[in-house]
């Protein structure tokens, strides 16, 4: 079966650094759009970064310039590394895969990013 397994997450101080780490198994990855998604307390669920099996990546507003979106189609892994984090940044971060019209999400990893 498809599992996402997402690495990485953590407690941060304001203007840290973190690197997020998402594994697959159980689909052809290089074919899938991965991307990542986030979701705090009281919100709806959003897209922070998509990295299409082939074309130019996708950036919500809120982090472009300050987070990147990376593959490794070798090691069927995507990253997100995320720079110069805010307070707002916090949420549950969840590692995505799209294939037509499935998706397939991973469990979620904490990021908490303190003032």
């Known amino acids: 079966q498809v599992q996402l397994v997402e690495s990485g997450g953590g407690l941060v101080q304001a203007g840290g650094s973190l690197r997020l780490s998402c594994a697959a198994s159980g689909i052809i990855f290089s074919i899938h759009e991965m991307g990542w998604y986030r979701q705090a307390p009281g919100k709806q669920r959003e897209l922070v970064a998509a990295?299409?099996?082939?074309?130019?990546?996708n950036y919500a507003d809120s982090v472009k310039g300050r987070f990147t979106i990376s593959r490794d189609n070798a090691k069927n892994t995507v990253h997100l590394e995320m720079n110069s984090l805010k307070p707002e940044d916090t949420a549950v971060y969840y590692c995505?895969?799209?294939?037509?019209?499935?998706?397939?999400w991973g469990q979620g990893t904490q990021v908490t990013v303190s003032s």
């Open positions: 990295i299409p099996s082939g074309g130019s990546t």
């Open positions: 995505t895969a799209k294939r037509l019209f499935n998706r397939y």
